[in-house]
């Protein structure tokens, strides 16, 4: 049997073929750490960022294609012995009285540029420039 008469006999019993991916680990970044987003843009486009450095792939089709993406930037990273500075900041937030403004607006201190993740929470890194936003206080 071909796969193209596989695929009519599936087709003829409700069922849609698809191919099935082996199971990829991800590396750990360049920076060391093993925390690491799945970004996925509308349109389906994916990429991944490490949570402690900032540093990601470029935009990919599919999410198996991120994983591989991931691996190969960070082995590439690697073997240029790139050295990826973790900045630190602090969020930069406009005084307001309103509580549903929480979150809206922040400004990194790193970059200066303005977060617009519109969420109640307050995000740990800013997604301009990564910096990770662990500085003591919260200007105002």
């Known amino acids: 049997m071909t796969l193209e008469e596989l695929k009519a006999e599936a087709k003829k019993h409700g069922y849609k073929l ?3 991916y082996p199971y990829i680990s991800l590396a750990p970044c360049v920076c060391g750490s093993i925390s690491r987003i799945l970004w996925s843009i509308p349109g389906h486009m994916h990429y ?3 949570k402690g450095c900032g540093f990601r792939t470029g935009l990919v089709k599919t999410k198996h294609e991120a994983k591989l993406k991931w691996n190969e ?3 590439n990273a690697r073997k240029e012995k790139a050295v990826v500075e973790v900045k630190h900041g602090k969020w ?3 005084l307001t009285d309103e509580p549903w ?3 809206y607006f922040c400004k990194c201190s790193v970059c200066n540029k303005i977060n617009n993740r519109r969420t109640v929470t307050i995000p740990n890194f800013c997604e301009n420039c990564g910096a ?3 500085k003591k206080e919260i200007t105002k």
């Open 18 to 20: 698809t191919k099935e």
């Open 48 to 50: 991944y960022q490490c």
């Open 73 to 75: 930037c960070v082995e």
């Open 92 to 94: 930069l937030i406009p």
């Open 101 to 103: 403004r929480k979150g």
């Open 132 to 134: 990770i936003m662990d």
